[in-house]
């Protein structure tokens, strides 16, 4: 896994600045517990799930970015605001009814986005404790 020192070598910038309102929102619809992260709980869902687009190629990061742009413009066209300031409940159903699309890539677009963020909260070693992960790299001898 990449450390932060090696992330921002490897990512110009950070991966998620051009569209950190709306991933947060997004990750708080898809998490909803994520909306009582504070300013380093985001910092450490952000930067897991830039390490794993990251590890993408540069086409499939650009893809993932985009669709997250997409979200947004389907927020404006539809409530007339950007995802990040709908309530969550709305966020909710308009992801929803993406997930439900019968376009297939508009789906998978939605579980992948998903995955990003629930990732990048039960990731962090807060988030493991939250829902009583106990795994240790020693092995079962580490839990007794």
């Known amino acids: 896994m990449l450390g932060p020192d090696t992330l921002a070598r490897t990512v110009p910038g950070h991966l998620l600045d051009p569209v950190r309102p709306t991933f947060r929102a997004l990750a708080e619809a898809f998490v909803p517990d994520a909306a009582s992260l504070d300013a380093r709980g985001w910092e450490e869902l952000e930067r897991i799930a830039a390490e794993a687009i990251a590890a993408r190629p540069p086409a499939m990061q650009r893809q993932v970015l985009l669709f997250v742009r997409v979200l947004n413009g389907l927020s404006l066209l539809r409530h007339l605001r950007p995802l990040h300031r709908l309530d969550r409940a709305r966020r ?38 939250a829902v009583g992960y106990r795994a240790h790299p020693s092995g079962w001898e580490a839990r007794t």
């Open 92 to 129: 909710t159903r308009l992801l929803e009814a993406v997930g439900r699309s019968p376009v297939l890539l508009l789906r998978r677009g939605v579980w992948g986005l998903r995955t990003l963020a629930m990732m990048g909260y039960y990731a962090r070693p807060e988030g493991q404790a």
